[in-house]
């Protein structure tokens, strides 16, 4: 099997500064996000790049129409309704609406901030795969050595781990991207992509825009904007060379039929 690459963005309100008691408006929220969305556009139409975008409901109210076309050759998939309040029954409302402006099945989901909830109540929502595992330790937020690494199946439900690497469990989610130096960023995305046969990325629009303004920490906001567009550019392209992009259901489709 050719090496796949699971990119993924998650498109939502731009709500971080909130966790740092900093007030934004809901508008200025969407408008980051919709600007985020804007500048990876070069991204979501080249034919070398599907992607899956997990995109809140409420984030698809404002941009129906933008979601709507990216759904064209991009998986929508469900980051629930709201990125800031969550109770059980987004979780098929998400869906619901999602489907109602795409006019597709929405399969998938992925938790804000990678939140637990049982697995019951996602598949009761109607979802087939859930991405809410990043199987590492991240201080202050959660420990997760004890999962799987990789793609497996829980109680009927398939579960896509964000990619760690296979030594050490070094996570390559965002904040790694922007603050590795680049070479040492590629050389463990590659040594886990060889192990696993592929590889599963996250990050969000609005890392692809200017937050310097919004109170948030530098490990946050540095090398973010066109240089870190820049940055992805030329990952995506070194990536190419050696993998395939796929969205998450057509991979675990193909899995399936290996
Ligand atoms: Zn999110």
């Known amino acids: 099997m050719i090496p796949k690459i699971l990119l993924s963005f998650d498109v939502e309100e731009f709500d971080m500064p909130l966790e740092y008691n900093f007030n934004i408006t809901t508008d200025t929220q969407m408008e980051i996000g919709k600007k985020g969305l804007d500048n990876l556009m070069p991204i979501f139409n080249d ?33 629930t309704f709201f990125h800031s309040n969550f109770i059980t029954a987004h979780l098929f409302e998400s869906r619901i609406r999602l489907e109602d402006i795409i006019q597709k099945p929405v399969r998938g989901l992925r ?11 996602i598949k009761e929502a109607g979802y087939s795969f859930d991405a809410s595992i990043h ?3 991240l201080p202050g937020r959660y420990n997760n050595f004890h999962l799987p690494r990789t793609k497996f199946s829980d109680q009927g439900l398939i579960r896509v781990p964000a990619s760690v690497s ?26 886990t992509l060889r192990k696993d046969g592929y590889l599963s990325l996250y990050f ?20 973010s904007d ?33």
């Not at 609005?206 to 946050?220: Q, R, S, V």
């Open 135 to 137: 199987p590492t330790w």
């Open 166 to 191: 296979p030594n050490f469990r070094i996570p390559l989610f965002w904040l790694s991207f922007k603050n590795f130096p680049y070479a040492m960023y590629l050389r463990l995305a590659l040594q």
């Open 226 to 258: 066109t240089e870190l567009l820049d940055k992805l550019y030329r990952f995506l392209n070194d990536l190419k060379k050696q993998a395939e992009f796929v969205t998450m259901s057509d991979f675990i489709e193909i899995a399936n039929k290996e």
């Open 204 to 223: 969000h629009p609005w890392e692809f825009t200017n937050i310097t303004a919004f109170g948030l920490p530098n490990y946050t906001t540095k090398g």
């Open 47 to 79: 034919q070398n790049y599907t992607t899956t975008l997990f995109t809140t409901a409420n984030f698809a109210n404002y941009y129906p129409y933008t979601i709507k076309v990216l759904s064209v050759k991009h998986e929508i998939a469900s980051h």
């Open 111 to 121: 938790m804000p901030r990678m939140r637990q909830v049982p697995l019951t109540d």
